[in-house]
């Protein structure tokens, strides 16, 4: 099993839909989780780190659930901005990059 | 703030000429340094990571080695490079403490012709 696991999409939403990534992980101790965005030919950028108990930052929520050692992200009211690759992020002392979910937003 | 410098941006070069790619963080101490590579359409590779000054910690077996000469300047260099050496190489550094999240910087595209 993967350290680290998304799936990699396509996902093709149309403006303004929600959509929702989900990220598995297999090392039950780790303890630091965060989500970054990558645009084309670009470094991957934070976009929020995950709590225990889930938090939000605008159209942007994230959950952990430890039982089932996933991580989500959803985004609502999705813009044309918000196209990008998503890294899903898991570790402790050194941090694991998933490959990335691909998000394309349609006009 | 912390800022994070790595250069240069572009990079071609022969197989089999040497590399050294330079990356150098601002405004915070003892960081915690990492290089990575993606090749075109993948993830990211951890290359080499460093938890101080000399401590290099390698995660795959390359020609490509890791050196810090410093507590804040992270270097990668290679003797002789060869055709799968090519990738976008990324830089990134991250404070002490729990749940510190990692900040890259912007990158080197190398090509080997």
């Known amino acids: 099993r993967k350290e680290v696991e998304q799936d990699p999409g396509p996902f093709n939403v149309p403006e303004g839909a929600t959509v929702a990534f989900n990220c598995t992980y297999s090392?039950?101790?780790?303890?630091?989780f965060f989500w970054y965005r990558q645009d084309c030919r670009k470094e991957p950028k934070l976009l929020m780190s995950?709590?225990?108990s889930g938090n939000e930052d605008g159209r942007f929520t994230a959950q952990l659930n430890r039982a089932s050692q996933y991580i989500s992200l959803l985004i609502r009211d999705s813009k044309l901005s918000d196209s990008a690759t998503y890294l899903c992020?898991?570790?402790?002392?050194?941090?694991?990059f998933g490959t990335g979910t691909r998000l394309t937003i349609i006009p | 703030s912390q800022t994070i410098h790595q250069w240069p941006a572009t990079l071609v070069q022969p197989v089999g000429s040497p590399l050294s790619l330079e990356c150098t963080v601002e405004?915070?101490?003892?960081?915690?340094l990492y290089w990575y590579r993606q090749a075109a359409g993948r993830g990211l590779q951890l290359l080499f990571y460093?938890?101080?000054?000399?401590?290099i910690s390698s995660e795959v077996p390359q020609n490509l080695s890791a050196s810090r000469p410093q507590d804040r300047q992270f270097i990668l260099s290679s003797k002789k490079l060869l055709l799968s050496d090519s990738g976008f190489y990324l830089c990134?550094?991250?404070?002490?403490?729990?749940?510190?999240?990692?900040?890259f910087g912007d990158g080197t595209r190398l090509s080997i012709l």
């Open positions: 990134a550094w991250r404070g002490l403490g729990g749940n510190q999240p990692q900040h």
């Open positions: 090392n039950s101790a780790s303890q630091s």
């Open positions: 995950v709590y225990s």
């Open positions: 992020v898991v570790g402790n002392e050194k941090l694991t």
């Open positions: 405004g915070t101490s003892n960081p915690n």
């Open positions: 460093s938890v101080g000054i000399g401590q």
